[in-house]
């Protein structure tokens, strides 16, 4: 009897466990946490993984900054010129913006390997615009949305997790820049002051 | 893990019960016992808006739809982010219509809160309701300082639409992904009905 019932609370504990693991896909990396390496493949047909991914110097970089981002998300259009601007001014300094497009194309053909491309030739990205095949990096991170930002220092240490800066729709109407904060804090040897932030975004199609 | 997860899940439950909690006394203990009241009101009441698009209410601040969130009646509140531009979110309307029409005798209240951009309203937001005639109540929340209000619906919310926040009382449940089908979204309202 005794054995039944610990059973089905085991049983019930396994549902709850389950309903929440369906219901919200935030399992992943947290700050502190070493970021998990990849090897994608850029839009100009090279592949990148951490080991040959330099700043504008061609030095190791100071830091990572990843951005899973895509073509077809309207937050992700409206972050672009930002992104572009982030990449232009912080990858002389060492922080290299690494983009990485997490949709399956099967289910957003807008987002496929020739239209990232294509996206990327037309706007003249300066930063690395990686496809995730397979959908397999944006899992291992617990990103859900597009844009999402993971900041690191120099060992891949996620230092700063979340929004580029308070207003994803409007970059007129920003007030405070996240993670411009989040670079300069980790430039003066401190810690990230927030080190995470939440915005709308684009839910991931894996 | 097992444990964790579920000690994660209490955790949240509780920190989220604690500060709707708080919230009433830390703003009590600022305001004359005048206004008290109407801050008592106004959490029970449904939240009021200054504009309105047709007969859509437009809330153009967090703070001003807030009571959506923190009604004590019975009934059970199921409440939808989406916009028009957002695939996943329309592919699972028509789950969200069935079950306003199957519920529309019991305690059920369907909420579609739209955050299409405030460019979009007049001319795809509306066009889009009239052409699939939704009958669901449609909101539209304008507040674009998204870091300081997502928490306050849910911290299990990480932002990204579809997300559906399902609720009675201090009852529950947030639904960070689409739902495959109406069984699916029916499941999910047993959870807290």
Known sequence: MKLVSLYSLTLSLLFITNTSFITNPVDGIGIGDEAPNFELKNVDGKWYSFENILDANGKKPKGYIIIFTCNTCPYAQASEQRIMDLHKTYAPNGYPVVAIQPNDPGKKPGDSFEAMRARANEKNFPFLYLMDEGQKISPKYGATKTPEVYLTDSERIVRYHGAIDDNVRNAAAVKVRFLENAIEALENGQNPDPETTKAIGCGIRT | MLYSRFKIGFVTIAMFSSMACREIPESQSTQRAADVKTEKTSLASWPVSNTYLGDIAVYETFDEIKPLFRQQSDTTYVINFWATWCKP?????????????????NPVKVVLVSLDFPQHLENKLLPFIEKYQI???VDVLLDGSYNDWIDKVSPEWSGAIPATYIYKKKEHHLVGIPF???IDLLNSVQIVK
């Open chain 2, 89 to 105: 979110c329309i592919e699972e309307l028509p789950y969200f219509e069935e079950l306003n029409k199957a519920e529309s005798a």
């Open chain 2, 135 to 137: 009958n669901s109540r």
């Open chain 2, 180 to 182: 495959e089908s109406y």
